[in-house]
């Protein structure tokens, strides 16, 4: 295994790291404030002054592998960006390259017709518009996607759509122009694999109707947000199908991978920026006469902390090396590993950042309690830990099974 990152992402993460420090970490105020106070269903007008910049400064779409848009960066290579992106958590928009659009743009790129990439790709790779993926459902258990109950019928030159989905990162962002819907195109086939379709659906088209906006712990996630999507009786043209009929698990985990191990980078950098909060507010206060950094038991946590981080970052850049070597499919244990390690361990970490900030760690004054919350999302999102330890246990007991009898 060779876990050293190539001069090529060296050379972006010097300047990725420049950029940071020169406009998104001095802005962090400022875009707090814009939320709060301006119109929340609207883009912040300061990250869109950043985003062209970025743009501009040729740091843009880093997490495209394959794509003369993109970077042309292994998965290991996007390791240090993606984490240092997730220092703050709405840097990766800076960059293009923030969900669930990396995902869409990675489905397009792969599976998609050119005339889907020339409608749909070529504006999301420009930063033009964004998307959702809808395939979530509240009425069944989808961590088993072979529940969902949307259906998608041919009916002639269209399909027409119907379903209930929630959980539809973006669908409240005015610039999300399409979304990917997953259903069930073919339900009566006997491969239950074979049962379900990923087609593009414009969000104006009639029919669809965006509901309530969920929040997380409170937080309303806005501009960007979590909703709810009614589907009754859409119609879209048949080439808005992607791959074809029945293709709808293959595209799934080709698009799931890649967006798994995104999160997990992100969160990297999300526990390294609490642990920092945590060290410098811990060495600021005085309780019982010294220093609180200076208590034993303060001390366990922050050595603690420290090891969790980085057995996380080995775990992630094993799981990228073997993304890159044997491609996705093999690496599927790896991957399920490090999604249920690196929420578990942020979790971890930024609640003893809270913990150390006092009455103001549940505030909004610190940031910690919505990293937290974001954090505690990702044990849901994208599979749950049960799912994923499931299929890791699974394929644990294939190999040893096959190695051993």
Known sequence: MDFNYSDRAHRYLDRLRGFMAEHVYPREADVAAEVATGERWAPVSIIE?????????????????DSEDGAGLSNLDY???????????????????SAP????????????????????LKPLLAGEIRSAFAMTEPDVASSDARNIESSIRRD????????????????GDPRCKVMIFMGKSDPDNDDVYRQQSMILVPTDAPGVTIGRMLPVFGYDDA???????????VRVPADHMILGEGRGFEIAQGRLGPGRIHHCMRLIGLAERGLERMCRRLSERVAFGKPVA?????????????????????????????????????????IGMIKVAAPTMACKVLDWAIQAHGGGGVSDDFGTAYAYAQARTLRLADGPDEVHRYQIARLELAEQVGRNG
């Open 101 to 120: 659009d990396t995902g869409n743009m990675e489905v397009l790129a792969r599976y998609g017709s050119a005339g889907q990439k020339q409608r749909w």
């Open 223 to 233: 501009p960007h947000g979590h909703g709810e999507v009614i589907f009754d009786n």
């Open 49 to 65: 002054e950043i985003k062209a910049r970025a743009k501009a400064e040729g740091l843009w779409n880093l997490f495209l592998p």
């Open 294 to 334: 200076a208590q034993g038991v303060w001390q366990e946590r922050i050595a603690e902390a420290r090891i969790l981080i980085d057995q996380a970052r080995f775990l992630t850049l094993n799981a990228a090396y073997k993304m890159d070597t044997v491609g996705n499919k093999a690496a599927r244990k790896e």
């Open 156 to 171: 002639g030159d269209t399909y027409v759509i119907n379903g209930r989905k929630w959980w539809t990162s973006g669908a």
């Open 79 to 97: 390791a240090p960006l993606a984490e240092e992106m997730g220092r703050v958590l709405w840097a990766s928009e800076c960059f293009n390259c």
